[in-house]
C-alpha cells in the first residue's frame, strides 16, 4: 500500500511518463494493454437472503434516501484530521459517521498503545487455527478501541510462488489450503471483534518488482498471466476459504491478471470474486491502484483509496450523460454500507479513527487498546511460530546449570532507535511507521516509487526483527529482545554471559558451553529480496562455529532461508528458524532454548538445498517484454499449480527441510488410521445454492480421515498431524495438503484425531461450473497419501477408492504392509498384516508373500524379498528422505546406511517389491510411493502400494 502523498504515482506514471517517451516502435499487437481477461458485466447483486439480508435491506434503504453527490462521495477516499490510512467521508444528515480504515497485518500500524502481535508467516509456521482466531480476535478488539471499522488484512496474496517475495512474510503459508484454513480463522476472529477484515491482495500480485507502474521508465506494472485452473487451486483458494467464513472487505492488487488491470478486471471482480464465490462485501482498490474511471466502476470496483481523481464529479457526469448506469453506483454504495450494518457498526458511540492521532509527536489523547487477557496469545503466538529444524544429540533443550554462555551476531540486540516520529528530509516514512528500525529507511523509501537500480539488502543489520517491512509492519511500542531475554535467563541460572555483536570473526572463550549466533533475513514491501541467504551471517556462523563446539543458530527470518552454508559444519548443533514473533520475541526464544517452551512450530514453506533448486519460481520476473511492448512487463506463471512442495515432488528434488517439518523434544507415533465415507451422491457439477465461498455442495463432508497419535516421548508436547491427498490425472500433483490437527498430549497420552474432507478439497478447478468437470466423467481415484508429521515422513497406511460418476464409493482398500527385513522378521509382523488385509499366504518354497483381498477374490501382488532389480533400487533411494547414504545392491542382505535427524544411525533393509501381474493388473505401474517413519528410536521401511484405475503400482 502507498501513502497518500504518492497516491497519484501509480495512476498517472504511464501517462506522465510513457507517453514522453521517444519515437516508441510502432504498436502491432494491442493484447499487452487492453488484456486477456474475458469481459463479464453486470455486477452481481448482492443477496436478500441468508446471514446479509438484514444488512443489505438497511443498506438499501440509507442509500435510497442519498443524492447522486452523496452515493458518490462514498465510492472514494476523503480528507480526515485523524491518523487512519484512508478514510470515507461521512453524512451527517443520516447519521452516518463514515469509516476508517486502517494497516494491520500484524498489529494496528504506526500508532501508540497497541500490541505487536506475531507476524502472518510466523502464524503460519505454529499451525495452530485456534490460536490464529484468538490472535485475529485480540487484533480486531485493539483495532476497534482505536476507532477502526476496516482493518486491511489479512493478507492472502502473495501466496509465495516466487520464494525472494519482499511481501511473502506477510501471509500464513506457500500452500493454499494451509492459508486459507487460517485464513478462514483470521477473519471470522476479526469480524467477531466488530471490525471488517480486508483480504488482500486480489488476484495473483506474486513480486513487488514492478508492482508499480514505473515512473522513471515509463513501464506499466507487471502482468500475472495465469490459467483458469491454477488460479482457483492455487491464487483463489485462501479468497474462497475467507469469503466462506463471512469476509466483508476484498482489496484488489497493484499487478495486472491477463494483462487486464485487478482493479478493473470484470473476470476477476464481478466473475469469480461476487460471481463464483458470492462475495456479499466491498471491494476496495490498493492505494493507487485505480487505473480508469468508468471502466473500473462497471468491472466491479467499489471504493478507490486513498481518494480518486477519476471518479468524483466525473463519476456524477457520467451518471448524468448516460455513461453509467445509477445503478451501478447503487450496488457499489450498498455493498459498502451493507458491510458496515453486517459488523453491527452503526451502533457504535465513538467517531472513526478516534484513537488514531494524526500525529504521535504531538500533544494527542491516550487511547490505550491493550487487553490484558490477551497477553496469553501474544505469548503462545510468539513460542509456537518456532521450528526447530537441527537438535544433534540433544543439544536443546540448553540445561540451567550452564556456567558460561556467549552471544554472537547483530540480531541479538535491539535496534538503537524506536520511536514515533516525522519522515526525514525527502522521504515517506519514518522507520517506526513501517517497522524498519534495524533496517535501512532509504530502501524502503526508494522501493515504494518502484526504483530498480537500488542493491537492496539481505538482512537488517541493526538489531534484531520482530516483523516485516512496510505498510503491514507493526509498530514497536513494546517488546523483549534475544539478549534481553538471556541476560535475564543469566540472571535467574547464575550463568555468566560474553557477548560480540559487532564482530565478524569474533574471538570465543574456549570454556564456552554453548554459543548462540542470532542472524536474520529481511523482507519489506516495496521490493524483492536479493537474495535467500547472505554471505555475511553464513560467515559469521562458520567463524563462530570453528571456535565453538556447541554452536546454536537462531534466524529471525521473514521468509524462506537456506542453511546449507553452514548446516553441515559439525560443531553447528541446533538450528531454530524464529521468523517474526512479535513484542515477545526475546522471552519465547529463550523459553524454548531453555525447554521452558516444546518447540512445535512446522515450515509452512519448503527449504531447498540450494538456489537452483527453486528453478524459475526463485527471483521475480526482471525482464520488460520485448521491442514494441517494452512498457508491459509479463509474467507467465507457466509452472502452473506446481509451486513449492509440488514443485520439488514433480521435478524429484529432495529438499533440505521439507514442507511440514519440524522437530520437538518428544517424539510421537501414529496408529490406527481409519477412513469413512459419507455415502453422498457427488454431481459430475456442483449444483447447490451460491453461497459466500462458492456452491453449497463444494463444503458437503464426503470423507472422515482419522488417527491415533501418541507421544512416545518424555516430555508434552503438541504435534501437528498433517493429511495429504493424492488426487489423480495428468497435472496434478502427487499430493495436496487437505488437512491438520495439532493436539496438546501429555507424555504417554494417545488421543484420537479427525479431519472431514470437503467436496472441495477432493476435485481439481473446484469453484466454477464450466471447469469442474473431471476426465470425461470417467471413474477416478482419490487417494489418501497419508497421515503423519511432515510431507515426507508420513505413516502411510491406507488408501481409498470412488468414482465420481454416480457419486458410488468402492470399499476401503487397505495399502500397507510393514517389512524389517526378509521373510522372518515378515513372520513377526504377520499379525498386523492379517489385521490389515483378508489373507495372507507365505509361500515358503518360493520366499513369495501372496497377500489377498476379500473384496476383490485376487492376489493383489506378490512381495520377494530375494528379487534384486537395480531399477528399483533407483527409485527406492531417490524417493528417501536426505540423509540416506551409500546404497549398495550387492545382496539381499546389504542394508542401506541412514542418519536419522537426532544422529542416530539405523539400518534400513534392501527390500525391494515385485508386482505380479495379476487379473486386476493390466501391466505394472512404475509409480512409486516410499517413505521412511521412525519410531522408538528404530528405523523401519514403509512401502504404500496404490490401487489406481484396476493399475496395481509400487
Not at 466525473?314 to 453506483?329: D, K, R
Not at 519448503?606 to 512487463?633: C, H, I, M, W
Not at 493383489?860 to 549398495?888: A, H, Q, W
Amino acid at each position: 500500500m502507498l501513502p497518500a502523498s504518492v497516491s497519484c504515482l501509480a495512476a498517472l506514471s504511464l501517462l506522465g511518463q510513457g507517453l514522453a517517451q521517444s519515437s516508441p516502435d510502432p504498436i502491432t499487437d494491442d493484447t499487452y494493454f487492453y488484456g486477456q481477461s474475458p469481459p463479464v458485466y453486470p455486477t452481481p447483486e448482492q443477496s436478500n437472503t441468508g446471514s446479509w439480508a438484514i444488512a443489505v435491506s438497511k443498506a438499501k434503504e440509507l442509500v435510497s434516501q442519498l443524492t447522486l453527490e452523496e452515493k458518490v462521495n462514498l465510492t472514494a477516499g476523503g480528507q480526515t484530521t485523524t491518523g487512519c490510512s484512508g478514510f470515507i467521508p461521512g453524512i451527517p444528515r443520516l447519521n452516518f459517521p463514515g469509516l476508517c480504515l486502517q494497516d494491520a497485518g500484524n498489529g494496528v500500524r504506526n500508532t501508540d498503545y497497541v500490541s505487536s502481535w506475531p507476524a502472518g508467516i510466523h502464524v503460519g509456521a505454529s499451525w495452530n487455527p485456534e490460536l490464529t482466531y484468538s490472535r485475529s480476535y485480540y487484533m480486531g478488539a485493539e483495532a476497534k478501541a482505536k476507532g477502526v471499522n476496516i482493518l486491511l488484512g489479512p493478507v492472502f496474496g502473495p501466496l509465495g510462488r516466487v520464494v525472494e517475495g519482499g511481501r511473502n512474510w506477510e501471509g500464513f503459508s506457500n500452500d493454499p489450503y494451509l492459508a486459507g484454513r487460517l485464513g478462514h480463522e483470521a477473519v471470522a476472529g476479526i469480524q467477531d471483534a466488530g471490525v471488517v477484515a480486508c483480504g488482500k491482495h486480489f488476484l495473483a500480485q506474486e513480486q513487488e518488482t514492478h508492482r508499480l507502474a514505473e515512473a522513471r521508465t515509463g513501464a506499466e506494472s507487471i502482468s500475472s498471466n495465469v490459467d483458469d485452473k491454477t488460479l482457483h487451486e492455487l491464487y483463489l483458494w485462501p479468497f474462497a476459504d475467507a469469503v466462506h467464513a463471512g469476509l466483508a472487505s476484498v482489496m484488489c492488487s497493484y499487478n495486472r491478471a491477463n494483462n487486464s488491470h485487478a482493479c478493473q478486471n470484470s473476470k476477476l471482480l464481478n466473475g469469480i470474486l461476487k460471481g463464483e464465490l458470492g462475495f456479499q462485501g466491498f471491494v476496495v482498490s490498493d492505494w493507487g491502484a485505480q487505473h480508469a474511471g468508468m471502466a473500473s466502476a462497471l468491472a466491479g470496483l467499489d471504493v478507490a483509496m486513498p481518494s480518486s481523481i477519476l471518479w468524483g464529479t466525473n463519476l456524477t457526469l457520467g451518471v448524468n450523460n448516460g455513461t453509467i448506469p445509477e445503478a451501478q453506483v447503487d450496488n457499489m454504495v450498498t455493498r459498502l454500507l451493507a458491510t458496515w450494518y453486517q459488523l453491527k457498526q452503526d451502533q457504535d458511540s465513538l467517531s472513526p479513527g478516534h484513537g488514531l492521532p494524526a500525529s504521535l509527536w504531538e500533544p494527542h489523547p491516550v487511547v490505550d487498546a491493550r487487553n490484558a487477557s490477551s497477553k496469553p496469545t501474544l505469548w503462545d503466538g510468539a513460542v509456537e511460530g518456532h521450528v526447530l529444524v537441527k537438535n544433534t544429540n540433544g543439544t536443546l533443550p540448553l540445561k540451567s546449570n550452564l556456567k558460561l554462555v556467549s552471544l554472537f551476531g547483530y540480531s541479538h540486540k535491539a535496534p538503537d532507535m524506536s520511536s514515533p516520529g516525522p519522515a526525514p528530509e525527502g522521504g515517506m516514512f519514518s522507520p517506526w511507521s513501517v517497522g524498519v528500525q534495524s533496517g535501512n529507511l532509504t530502501e524502503m523509501n526508494t522501493g515504494f516509487l518502484g526504483d530498480l537500480n537500488l542493491t537492496y539488502s539481505a538482512i537488517a543489520p541493526n538489531g534484531t526483527i520482530i516483523s516485516g517491512g512496510g505498510s503491514g509492519a507493526s509498530a514497536w511500542s513494546l517488546f523483549s529482545s534475544p539478549f534481553d531475554a538471556f541476560v535475564s535467563r543469566a540472571k535467574k541460572d547464575g550463568t555468566s554471559l560474553f557477548w560480540d555483536f559487532e564482530s565478524w570473526d569474533p574471538s570465543v572463550n574456549p570454556t564456552s558451553e554453548a554459543c548462540i549466533v542470532a542472524g536474520n533475513a529481511w523482507a519489506s514491501e516495496g521490493w524483492d529480496r536479493p537474495a535467500i541467504y547472505d554471505a555475511y551471517t553464513d560467515g559469521l556462523i562458520n567463524n563462530v562455529a570453528d571456535k565453538c563446539a556447541n554452536t546454536i543458530v537462531v534466524l529471525h527470518n521473514a521468509g524462506t532461508r537456506l542453511v546449507d552454508g553452514f548446516i553441515d559444519h559439525p560443531n553447528v548443533t541446533a538450528v531454530i528458524f524464529a521468523h517474526l514473533p512479535g513484542q515477545d520475541s526475546g522471552d519465547a526464544l529463550v523459553s524454548l532454548l531453555y525447554g521452558d517452551e516444546n518447540p512445535s512450530g512446522r515450515l509452512p514453506y519448503t527449504v531447498a538445498r540450494n538456489e537452483t533448486d527453486y528453478g524459475s519460481l526463485l527471483k521475480a520476473d526482471l525482464t520488460l517484454a520485448p521491442n514494441e511492448f517494452q512498457y508491459f512487463p509479463q509474467s507467465d506463471f507457466s509452472e502452473g499449480v506446481f509451486t513449492d512442495y509440488r514443485y520439488f515432488d514433480a521435478k524429484n528434488i529432495t529438499p533440505r527441510y521439507e514442507f511440514g517439518f519440524g522437530l520437538s523434544y518428544t517424539s510421537f507415533e501414529y496408529t490406527n488410521l481409519q477412513i469413512s465415507n459419507t455415502g453422498a451422491q457427488i454431481p459430475e457439477y456442483p449444483a447447490g445454492a451460491l453461497t459466500e465461498g462458492g456452491r453449497s455442495d463444494l463444503w458437503d463432508v464426503v470423507a472422515t480421515v482419522s488417527a491415533t497419535v501418541q507421544n512416545t516421548g518424555a516430555l508434552d508436547g503438541k504435534e501437528v498431524a498433517q493429511l495429504y491427498v493424492g488426487i489423480p490425472g495428468d497435472g496434478v500433483p502427487v499430493r495436496q495438503l487437505r488437512g491438520f490437527k495439532k493436539p496438546s498430549i501429555k507424555t504417554g497420552q494417545a488421543v484420537e484425531k479427525r479431519n472431514q474432507l470437503a467436496e472441495k478439497q477432493q476435485e481439481v478447478h473446484p469453484f466454477n461450473r464450466e471447469a469442474f468437470n473431471t476426465a470425461d466423467n470417467e471413474e477416478s481415484t482419490d487417494e489418501i497419501k497419508g497421515v503423519g508429521q511432515t510431507i515426507h515422513w508420513i505413516n502411510c497406511d491406507r488408501a481409498f477408492q470412488r468414482t465420481l460418476k454416480g457419486g458410488v464409493w468402492l470399499d476401503n482398500i487397505p495399502n500397507v504392509a510393514t517389512f524389517d527385513s526378509g521373510p522372518a522378521a515378515f513372520k513377526g509382523s504377520q499379525d498386523m498384516i492379517e489385521l490389515m488385509f483378508r489373507k495372507v499366504d507365505y509361500d515358503a518354497a518360493t520366499s513369495k508373500i501372496l497377500i489377498w483381498n476379500k473384496s476383490l477374490r485376487q492376489s493383489l501382488f506378490t512381495v520377494n524379498f530375494e528379487k534384486r532389480v537395480e531399477e528399483e533400487l533407483g527409485i527406492l533411494e531417490r524417493s528417501l528422505p536426505r540423509g540416506l547414504r551409500d546404497p549398495s545392491i550387492l545382496t539381499p542382505e546389504v542394508t542401506f546406511r541412514y542418519s536419522s535427524r537426532n544422529g542416530v544411525y539405523g539400518k534400513i533393509p534392501s527390500l525391494v517389491v515385485q508386482i505380479a501381474n495379476s487379473p486386476v493388473s493390466n501391466g505394472v505401474a512404475e509409480r512409486a510411493q516410499k517413505s521412511i517413519t521412525q519410531t522408538n528410536g528404530h528405523v523401519r521401511a514403509v512401502v504404500c502400494f496404490d490401487v489406481d484405475n484396476a493399475t496395481v503400482s509400487v
